[in-house]
């Protein structure tokens, strides 16, 4: 494994409406661990869905980062203007990070095979 790792990050854009939108980003090894508050593996059943929803922060520790590790099966994400969402799917080897905290959010829907997934809450907000 790299010490670093390339990773889809969920933010907001630029403009007025702070529509979520997907960019590239890099995360080292060393950076998610002195950032790591928790850590699970979880098992998500098939199909399973969420409407648009914001990565909010956390009532205990502030702005936070959602970061995903996709094992198996996978999800996808659904980002921009909430009349025309953009679909994206992050499968096996995925790496997703989610800190949009303003405008209308994203939306998810576990794939098909459902997904298991490492999820770690980071502190603070990843840089694009």
């Not at 529509?19 to 059943?45: C, F, K, M, T, W």
């Not at 922060?57 to 198996?72: C, D, I, K, M, R």
């Not at 799917?89 to 829907?109: E, I, L, T, Y």
């Amino acid at each position: 494994m790299s010490d670093t790792m390339e990773i889809s990050l969920v933010c907001c854009d630029p403009s007025r409406q702070n529509l979520s939108q997907v960019v590239a980003a890099s995360l080292g090894l060393a950076e998610i661990e002195s950032r790591l508050l928790h850590r699970e593996e979880q098992n998500l059943p098939a199909d399973q869905a969420k409407g648009l929803h914001l990565a909010a922060a956390h009532e205990t520790h502030g702005e936070v980062t959602y970061l995903q590790e996709v094992l198996e099966g996978g999800f996808f994400v659904y980002v921009g203007e909430p009349s025309a969402l953009e679909e994206h799917w992050f499968g096996p080897g995925s790496w997703v990070a989610f800190n949009d905290d303003r405008g209308s959010g994203h939306a998810s829907k576990v794939g098909p095979q459902g997904c298991k997934r490492i999820f770690r809450l980071l502190r603070g907000q990843l840089d694009r």
